[in-house]
């Protein structure tokens, strides 16, 4: 038996509703709010505003916000929208409180230290870890994610389905992890379809999934789908969903997790991975290479950038050159 740790500083609040007490927490505060363009109202007094942030936010995203909170003199931040704002504004905000809440089922980023930011001059996409990143609170109330549109609820549901199966399979995991990231395979398997489809108890299982699944790999961090995730976003422009589901059955049927896939009801890995295709059919995201538009002679170089990302180390089957580009091949 090994020895583990378990550190979450983030004070979480779940249930439908819950964004009702946050005026509790920004009372006789500075209080900045830092959101999507799309997302609904949320209650409480703020002395500012910052929207704008595109997706897969840049590092000029994370610069003019942090820029405007200093010159508004935040002392603290709200933010509500999907994980690329949180992801900048957790990076934009850094020492100050910030309180998150998602809008979306998928990121987890309310309950990570883990900001991702592109820099389009180099093409590059790159998780930041910092322990000033937590959230010092994260709200997640479903009903904000009832307004999701189709595809970013199919979308971000296979990002939380990815965060969930690599919580299970990073080399860093533990029984806690398992525990938390087990639950989540169950909620996002049974509820990711009918939550595309509008169904509300769906999306707030979506979210309870989202969470759970946050939780887990905030622990054990990611492994081979995100690393692969980023490349095939910066080069192809992949959503980071359909990025992560891309390889997600491939490093499945590659990194065999049987005994997790029998505790889900499957017969084994790739049972499970069949299930991901599938799931990936019905909700019309790439499964081939072709879907994706990736030519043949571009993979020795993809594979040489998948490799890269730290999280390729957590991967629980060391890739190489040679591995990464089988993988590749296989969705041909
Ligand atoms: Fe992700």
Redesign the pocket.
Known sequence: MSQWQWSLPTRVIFGPGARACLPEFIAGKRAALVRSRSAGSVPGDYAGEFSGIRPNPTVENVRDCAAFLSAMGAEIVVAVGGGSVLDCAKAAAKALPLIALPTTA??GSEVTNISVVSDDAVHTKTPQMSPDYFPAIAIVDPELTYTMPRRVAAESGV?AL??AIEALWSIHHNPASDALALRACRLIFDHLAPSCEGGLASRDAMSEGSLLAGLAFAQTR?AGV?AS?FPLTARYGLS?GAA?GFTLAAFARLNGIDSHARALGFADSAALADEIDRIKKALGLPVYLADAGIAEPDLPQLARDCLQPPNMRNNPVAMDEAGMLRLLLSLK
């Open positions: 998928g990121t990002d990815s965060h990611t995100h995730s980071h992560c």
